[in-house]
């Protein structure tokens, strides 16, 4: 049986630490500048804002990668927040705010490039969407105002993201072979925010329940 030589575990070793103290001089350089949280978050939104330019311009694989873009920053400055102190109860609110905010612009903009098609079945999809990505939200704050976790269900906001992510970057013309995939996902979202709000108000009642049965009787 064949064995590794022992310089290369040190190697190994030697890149881990090497990786790891690199991670952390950025971490640290990151901490000790101005950036703060709330502008990622800002940056986040001009990203969004530009995706939804590009699709008004029917310029979908650029608005794909916008949006992604704009996605990936509202997902670091959470991450930022924690790992630099910098948080902030209003920076929280904010991010929490621009995140439904940009949700909406982008699947606006797509509403109106189905209008423009004629395609209103895809724009009453795309209203849903709209509707229940904003209830999918609301149904966990509201129980975490209750005390209740609701992380529940399928539609999550990362997993939105994907899938209009997918439909941007294989619309109609945007390029990546001969595909159309907006509507597709838009009809996708539509269904599986509906299904992801009742699966949290299902979750929130019977935890309502089960919390009400275990409590002392007097």
């Not at 609110?93 to 209103?120: C, H, K, M, N």
Request: net charge positive; glycine share 10%.
């Amino acid at each position: 049986m064949s064995t590794a030589p022992p310089g290369d575990g040190r190697r190994r070793g030697g890149d881990a630490r090497a990786r790891g103290e690199l991670s952390e001089t950025v971490r640290n350089k990151l901490i000790d500048s101005r950036l703060t949280p709330n502008a990622i978050s800002l940056t986040g939104l001009v990203g969004n804002l530009i995706a939804a330019v590009l699709v008004w311009q029917e310029y979908f694989f650029l608005a794909g990668i916008a949006f992604i873009l704009g996605s990936v920053m509202d997902t670091l400055d959470g991450r930022y927040s924690r790992m630099s102190g910098k948080g902030t109860p209003f920076g929280a609110f904010l991010d929490s705010t621009l995140d439904r905010v940009e949700e909406g612009i982008v699947l606006t903009a797509v509403a109106w490039y189905f209008s423009t098609q004629g395609d209103d079945v895809a724009v009453a999809a795309v209203v849903v969407a709209v509707l229940f990505s904003l209830m999918v939200s609301y149904t966990r704050a509201r129980a975490e105002a209750l005390g209740i976790e609701c992380k529940v269900g399928i539609a999550s906001r990362a997993i939105r993201v994907v899938i209009l992510s997918i439909g941007l970057l294989f619309a109609k013309g945007a390029g990546i072979g001969d595909f159309e995939l907006l509507a597709p996902a838009v009809y996708v979202l539509a269904v599986l925010t509906v299904f992801t709000t009742f699966q949290r108000i299902f979750h929130v009642r019977r935890q309502m329940i089960a919390i009400a049965r275990s409590a002392p009787s007097v």
